[in-house]
Every structure is written in structure tokens, then in C-alpha cells.
């Protein structure tokens, strides 16, 4: 698909995702489609065809940018209130067979925001910490969804979260909250552009 025709799809489903909002309901696989559309277009519009769906040459993963041979997995979220007080949005690995089984290079988290998308860029090694330890007191965890990723909207909410749970923290997740620059909108770890040099600040 070129570019024009991944504008014209995200906007129709934009469109759809307000209409369904508005009516206060909800279509994961909707916005899961949507986000796959967006992180296409993205990647589009700095020169690199996507293939998706059934045009993909290799299936493993959500997206696949043959010129670099770049696999994309894409995993979509959004903020929730929990317990009454904590707003967390949790990204799930099942099992974390995708990342044991090398069947992504890249994956981009599209984290919504009252639709609006804000993107979070990780090479898979930066994942590997998620499949070492199962955390099944996190919300939508549970012994046959060990692997999750918690985004809180800043640190501390993000430490008071997990000692409310008696869960973990990962390395790879204080990272996010303290230096997101490191992950967000960092398209450069899959088209090869030079990161900010302020990325750490």
C-alpha cells in the first residue's frame, strides 16, 4: 500500500473509534487494527514500503518492511483507572513466545491517549527482561498471561503501582518512565535516522 492509501484508512478508522467512543464502547481488535495501520504509515512516510496482512512475506510478525528486513510486532494500549486510583495501561506477551522464539526485530507500542497515539519504540533485546519473570497479580495477567509491560503515566505512580501489587519492576520499564525519549517515537531503530543527542535528557 502506498502512502495515500494508509491516510485514507487510518482516517476512516479514526473515524469509527470516535463514533464507537462517543458511545462509550469499545473494539479491541478494532483499535489493534487501527494501531498496525498507524505504525504502517508511519514508517511509510520515511520511504519504506510495509507489508501487511496477506501481502507479507514472512508472517511472523504484524508488519514486515522487506528493503531493511524489519519485522514489526505491534502492540496497542490504553490507560485505564484500576482500583479507583491507578491509571496503568499493561501490554501483554501471552507467554512470551514471540520474544523467546525471535519472531519480531522491532516492536512499537501505541500507547492511546482519548485516541490520540503516542508511539514507544523497542529492539527486542530491550524485551527479553519482560519473559524472565511472570507477573500474574498485574491487572489482565494471569498464569496463562505471565508477560506484561506496565506504563504508568510517570515513575512514581509506576513504583507505587507495583508495591501496591507486590510485583516486580523491570529495568526495561524504569527506563521508559525515567528517560522515555530513549523509546518514544524512536523510528530510527527500524529506519536507521540518528537519534536526538537530548534523548537522554
Not at 113 to 136: A, D, G, Q, S
Request: with cysteine.
Amino acid at each position: 500500500m502506498d502512502l495515500g492509501d494508509l491516510e485514507s484508512i487510518v482516517r476512516n478508522l479514526e473515524e469509527i473509534l470516535k463514533v464507537l467512543k462517543k458511545r462509550k464502547l469499545e473494539d479491541r481488535v478494532l483499535r489493534s487494527r487501527y494501531a498496525k495501520f498507524l505504525v504502517a504509515r508511519e514508517i511509510t512516510a520515511r520511504g519504506y514500503k510495509v507489508q501487511m496482512l496477506d501481502e507479507r512475506e514472512t508472517r511472523n510478525a504484524d508488519l514486515y518492511v522487506p528493503k531493511l528486513d524489519k519485522r514489526i510486532e505491534v502492540k496497542p494500549g490504553i490507560f485505564k483507572f484500576e482500583k479507583g486510583k491507578f491509571f496503568v495501561n499493561i501490554i501483554s506477551f501471552g507467554k512470551g513466545k514471540q520474544i523467546e522464539n525471535e519472531k519480531f526485530d522491532v516492536c512499537v507500542f501505541v500507547v492511546f491517549k482519548n485516541l490520540k497515539p503516542e508511539f514507544y519504540v523497542f529492539e527486542k533485546k530491550e524485551l527479553e527482561e519482560v519473559i524472565k519473570h511472570r507477573r500474574t497479580k498485574i491487572s489482565e495477567a494471569s498464569e496463562k498471561n505471565p508477560c506484561v509491560f506496565v506504563i504508568c503515566r510517570n515513575y512514581s505512580e509506576y513504583e507505587v503501582y507495583l508495591k501496591h501489587l507486590g510485583e516486580k519492576e523491570l529495568k526495561v520499564e524504569k527506563d521508559l518512565h525515567k528517560f522515555p525519549k530513549k523509546y518514544k517515537d524512536r523510528w530510527d531503530k527500524i529506519v536507521g535516522e540518528q537519534p536526538s543527542l537530548d534523548m537522554y535528557l
